[in-house]
C-alpha cells in the first residue's frame, strides 16, 4: 500500500504544480485594446452680475480656449447662493461639428430673452466681424419698458 501512497502523493504534487501555473493566467484580465473610458474638454467657470458681464466672459474664454485651438460653448448656467450668475464654458475643439450660424446683419437690434441666446448672438456678431476683417466687436444692450432686452453690435477695427 505504500507504494501506491507514493504515486497518488506525486500524482497530487504534479496536479498542484499544474494548477499553480494556470491560476496566475486566469486571474489576468483578457483585452484586445485600451479603451476610453471617459473624456473631458478644458472647461472655464466665470461669474457676472450683467449681460454686459456675460460678453466679457465670452470673449475672455474664448481667449482662455484658443490655447487648446478651441472655442467656448457655455455648457452650464447658476446662480449663486449671493445672487451672482455664473457660466460654465467647455472649449470644444475647433475641428468639431459646429452648427450653421444664422445670418446675422449688423443694422439690426436683436432681441433675446436667456443668457444662451445673448450668447448665440454676440458670437455670431464676432463670427461676421472676422469674417469682414474686424477683430473687434462692441455691443449695447438696452432694457425696453415692457422689460424685452436687445442687444446692437458694431464691428470695430
Known amino acids: 500500500m505504500i507504494p501506491n501512497s507514493r504515486r497518488f502523493r506525486g500524482l497530487k504534487l504534479q496536479a498542484a504544480a499544474v494548477l499553480a501555473g494556470l491560476l496566475p493566467a486566469a486571474c489576468v484580465p483578457q483585452y484586445s485594446a485600451p479603451q476610453q473610458v471617459q473624456s473631458s474638454n478644458p472647461t472655464v467657470t466665470y461669474t ?64 433675446y430673452r436667456t443668457d444662451q441666446e445673448l450668447l448665440d448672438a454676440s458670437r455670431n456678431a464676432q463670427a461676421y466681424c472676422m469674417n469682414n476683417g474686424s477683430r473687434q466687436v462692441t455691443s449695447n444692450i438696452v432694457t425696453n419698458a415692457d422689460g424685452s432686452r436687445t442687444v446692437t453690435f458694431q464691428c470695430s477695427p
Open 48 to 111: 457676472y452680475n450683467s449681460d454686459q458681464d456675460l460678453i466679457q466672459a465670452n470673449q475672455t474664454a474664448a481667449t482662455f480656449c484658443s490655447r487648446y485651438q478651441a472655442v467656448p460653448r457655455a455648457a452650464n448656467f447658476t446662480t449663486n447662493q449671493d445672487g451672482n450668475k455664473a457660466v460654465i464654458f467647455e472649449c470644444v475643439p475647433t475641428t468639431a461639428p459646429v452648427a450653421a450660424a444664422p445670418q446675422f446683419n449688423p443694422n439690426v437690434a436683436y432681441s
